[in-house]
Antibody, heavy 122, light 110 residues
Framework: EVQLVESGGGLVQPGGSLRFSCAASGFTFSSYAMHWVRQAPGKGLEYVSGISSNGGSTYYANSVKGRFTISRDNSKNTLYLQMGSLITEDMAVYYC???????????????WGQGILVTVSS | QSVLTQPPSASGTPGQRVTISCSGSSSNIGSNYVYWYQQLPGTAPKLLIY???QRPSGVPDRFSGSKSDTSASLAISGLRSEDEADYYCAGWDDSLSGWVFGGGTKLTVL
């Protein structure tokens, strides 16, 4: 059974940093692109970032470019998102999702984690 | 303002057929596949339709998707109370070189 379990969220002050992870199991992690999608309270889904199966290709939404870094450790079956220079607009539930293919730009998000809340507040 | 445009709300009574539209442009829907996700209250999104009209295993055939030019639609027939959820269309945008979502449509079963 495919499982994606996020951890590491919490409260952070504006301007601060946070790193959280998504532990994957039930599939060959190194064969699939992985993505982060967020949802601000009461709002819709917003694509944040994606990384190809081998980590060689990454994509960032303009809203997070230069502040967030996506990475993965295929030996640990884990996806990461390093968030920096956080602003209140970054407050959201962050979901990790598996891409259907090895590439960031193709396929769909066929499995999702349960989501992790990031609160940005002083 | 979302790149893909959806109506904010839709409604129907049990047994009815409802459709949710998703409007885009030549750089997204017009040249790439459309995907639909269902988000039940308090839960993570779930893939509902992929590659415009394909249903993943386990998704009832009451759900169907279609695409024409730069627009797409999700149809739900035989509406049931458990279909009450938020629905999002999504796709790859060649101009933005990234994934885009619609703003979401809240479906209410009256």
């Amino acid at each position: 059974e495919v499982q994606l379990v996020e951890s590491g969220g919490g409260l952070v002050q504006p301007g601060g940093s946070l790193r959280f992870s998504c532990a994957a199991s039930g599939f060959t992690f190194s064969s699939y692109a992985m993505h982060w999608v967020r949802q601000a309270p009461g709002k819709g889904l917003e694509y944040v970032s994606g990384i190809s199966s081998n980590g060689g290709s990454t994509y960032y939404a303009n809203s997070v470019k230069g502040r967030f870094t996506i990475s993965r450790d295929n030996s640990k079956n884990t996806l990461y998102l390093q968030m920096g220079s956080l602003i209140t607009e970054d407050m959201a539930v962050y979901y990790c999702a598996r891409g259907y293919t090895a590439m960031v730009s193709s396929g769909h998000f066929d499995y999702w984690g349960q989501g992790i809340l990031v609160t940005v507040s002083s | 303002q979302s790149v893909l445009t959806q109506p904010p709300s839709a409604s129907g009574t049990p047994g009815q057929r409802v459709t949710i539209s998703c409007s885009g442009s030549s750089s997204n829907i017009g040249s790439n596949y459309v995907y639909w996700y269902q988000q039940l209250p308090g839960t993570a999104p779930k893939l509902l339709i992929y590659r415009n009209s394909q249903r993943p295993s386990g998704v009832p055939d009451r759900f169907s998707g279609s695409k024409s030019d730069t627009s797409a639609s999700l149809a739900i027939s035989g509406l049931r109370s458990e279909d009450e959820a938020d629905y999002y269309c999504a796709g790859w945008d060649d101009s933005l070189s990234g994934w885009v979502f619609g703003g979401g449509t809240k479906l209410t079963v009256l």
